[in-house]
């Protein structure tokens, strides 16, 4: 979240935690137009507190990212459940 901070404030930096992204790249095999991403998009982004930032048809790739530890087989199995299978890579 951003706030709005006015410009006389001043910020204690030591309050402010970092988040650090984790990203993750799968290779989806079967994926042919954009119904195929779209079905892998949708499958993958019930996965809570996973996000996918990319998924192409073009180049068979899935891009994931979250800011806790991402499980891999949770994300497998979103694929499988979309009808394509994936490795990670």
Known sequence: MIAHVPAWTSVNNSNIEEIVMTTRKYKISGMSCS?????VRDEVSEIPGVHVDE????TGMLTVSSDDDIKDMK????VEEAGYSATRL
């Open 55 to 58: 998924v192409s048809a073009e």
């Open 35 to 39: 119904h195929c991403e779209r079905a």
């Open 75 to 78: 994300v497998l199995e979103a």
